[in-house]
């Protein structure tokens, strides 16, 4: 368990388990489901490495848990205003270093970062597999639903990319990608002679050479993404 990323997800909502089954297609996650409903529990437990049933705003409730291996904990309930609150502060007490919750409003928000959230989001169900595919993929940015599997994305560009012209890299082809626009840092001289740093954004042509540090947005399912940045 130690070697893979322990994701701790509290709340098995539609949200909830749309995340659980997301996070659980991938080899290097390991997910442990948490909800007070042995119904909850009963409907996810195949899809998860651990699923426990326990109240999530009672402190002595966490003592069984593996508190120290935890990287991520996902506060998923959102319209149990005052569960979240609790919840998310219990995590922060026992030093969960990585704390993401759920809110309703912007009330609801800062009061949850004001208890120890690192991040707070507002997301349906279908926002459940963008928030696993970041989790799983971190260098991977936020990413946007075309149609089915198909995703626009932006990634950091791969290291034997570095160097090479997109003819040669052939990437329709090969990896089933489509390179939508290049995004480069241009570092310049402003009008007052000093240094700064600009963003360009470049539409691509095939004899355009790639360089360290760009950034490509391309189209492309998960799967085929994932490939690029294994590369």
Known sequence: ???????????????????CKELAKSNDVYVIAID?????????????????????????SFKDLPLNTIDTAIVAMATDIESSILTTAILKKNNISNIIARATSSIHASILQK??????INVEADGGKRLASRLISPDIMEQVQIS??????????????????LIELNLRSKY?????CI???IHDIDRFDNPMVREEVLFPRPDDKLNE????MVIGRNDDINILREL
Do not use: C
Request: charged share 25%; glycine share 8%.
């Open 36 to 60: 007070k409903s042995e119904k909850q529990i009963e409907q996810i437990k195949e899809f998860v490495a651990q699923a426990i049933q326990m109240n999530s705003t009672e402190e002595d």
């Open 148 to 165: 089915g599997e198909l995703v626009l994305t932006e990634l950091p560009l791969p290291r034997a990319f570095f160097g090479k012209k």
């Open 213 to 216: 540090g760009d950034f490509l």
């Open 176 to 180: 089933n990608i489509n390179v939508v």
């Open 115 to 120: 208890v120890g959230a690192t991040e707070v």
């Open 183 to 185: 995004k480069r840092k």
């Open 1 to 19: 368990m130690a070697q893979n990323k322990v994701i701790t997800i509290i709340g098995l909502g539609t949200f909830g388990i749309a995340l």
